[in-house]
């Protein structure tokens, strides 16, 4: 049986590394192994991205703090032209939907946490907005290049566990009162595909399915040996991964990908993910 430390939470970044590579798991939360990244001109170019998606994370929270654009922008301008244009393509998204989407209660960069058999998990939300219709939208930050498809958005963890973990724990937030799943959606942002956002409605059948799911792989995790959390078979899951000299990859990069699901996921499950919305240490 696996030994994590008693206050040990699950979160969308650890249950997805186990779900792209159990021995990126085990190396990362069990290990706590800290490994250099192997570095060379496309490991650079990871990093500076990844910084920028920071960026924009940061940006987005302060705006939703209600910080004025007058202030914000002259930082941005200097900082980078990309950052720049996701900027103002956030700037078009916030005045066309401060009605709609992001009308309401906001509550930027908000953790919410439950218990879920032995073990407790935990989501930090991009944003969350309570609707003065009692609905509830879940807004998340996405900075990837590509816009991923539908398909592999559904299958992303996050869109299961942030769902859920409103619903499971949202009733602090809504004066006592439980969230029903048909009052949650959850919105995918792309900073590139500024008008192509996904929207993924939840359901009581779904909270249902997500509540199984989530059981049944933190119970997997926790019933492995140390020796049984084995490397992922898909090398491309190794691209800009910090364990890719520890482990003997080769690198590959995520632009060689074919264009099916299984790639846009691992995409999806690269580093970018592990920092961008704070969880490293969980
Ligand atoms: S380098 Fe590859 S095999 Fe090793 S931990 Fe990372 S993803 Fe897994």
Not at 76 to 94: N, T
Not at 104 to 109: A, F, L
Not at 212 to 240: H, K, M, P, V, W
């Amino acid at each position: 049986m696996l030994k994590l430390p008693p206050d040990f939470i699950f979160s969308q970044a650890s249950l997805q590394d186990f779900l792209t590579c159990p021995r990126r798991f085990y190396l990362r939360y069990v290990r706590h192994l800290v490994w250099p990244s192997a570095g060379g001109g496309e490991a650079f170019e990871w990093e500076w991205r990844l910084s920028l998606a920071q960026d924009f994370h940061h940006l987005a929270h302060q705006k939703a703090l209600g910080l004025p654009d007058q202030l914000l922008e002259p930082l941005v301008q200097k900082r980078s032209a990309e950052l720049f244009q996701w900027w103002r393509q956030l700037r078009e998204f916030w005045q066309a939907e401060q009605e709609a989407t992001l009308g309401g209660r906001r509550y930027p960069e908000l953790t919410l946490t439950a218990p879920l058999g032995k073990i407790r998990l935990l989501a930090k939300y991009d944003l969350l907005i309570a609707h003065p219709d009692g609905q509830w939208s879940i807004i998340d930050w996405k900075t990837a290049q590509q816009r991923p498809s539908t398909r592999a958005l559904h299958s992303l963890v996050q869109s299961r566990l942030y769902p859920y973990l409103l619903v499971r724990a949202g009733a602090s937030l809504n004066a006592g009162k439980a969230v029903e799943p048909e009052q949650v959606s959850m919105v995918y942002w792309f900073a590139n595909h500024p008008d192509n956002p996904e929207t993924i409605l939840y359901s009581q059948a779904q909270f249902q399915a997500d509540e199984d799911f989530l059981l049944r792989l933190t119970e997997e995790i926790l019933g492995r040996r140390e020796a049984d959390f084995e490397q992922t078979s898909d090398e491309r899951a190794c691209a800009y991964c910090p364990y890719r000299t520890y482990c003997e990859r080769a690198f590959v990069p995520p632009s060689s990908y074919e264009v099916e699901e299984n790639a846009e996921l691992l995409e999806l499950s690269l580093p970018q993910d592990w920092e961008q919305i704070g969880e490293i240490e969980y």
